[in-house]
């Protein structure tokens, strides 16, 4: 499995945003992807070197469509990878 598949995309939120201070960022991955893989992808796309990873399975919240119809969000998997200090993700500096 490639770098870029198991990176989906990075996730910025007001919680991510607080735990960047904390040399630690968030991402959106592949739902079959371990912690290893995770942490080798970064390394490979960004150039940095992961300490630690943790991984969130988020469930599918109920929503609403139209006036009666009911329906889900997607469920997807979420880690939160902490870095070596002095490292830093510069995709996410911009954002």
């Known amino acids: ?7 989906i995309e990075p996730v910025v939120t007001e919680k991510s945003n607080m735990l960047r201070e904390q040399n630690k960022y968030t991402f959106k991955v592949y739902k079959a992807a371990n912690k290893v893989q ?7 796309l960004y150039d940095v070197n992961p300490v630690a990873c943790r991984t ?3 469930k599918p919240k109920p929503k609403r469509q139209r006036l009666r119809t009911q ?3 997607a ?5 939160v990878v902490t870095l070596s200090p002095g490292d830093s993700i510069d995709a996410f500096e911009g954002a």
Request: glycine share 4%; no cysteine.
């Open 1 to 7: 499995m490639n770098a870029d598949q198991v990176i």
């Open 38 to 44: 995770i942490m080798q992808a970064l390394k490979e």
């Open 56 to 58: 969130i399975n988020v």
């Open 71 to 73: 329906g889900r969000t």
């Open 75 to 79: 469920s997807w998997k979420k880690a």
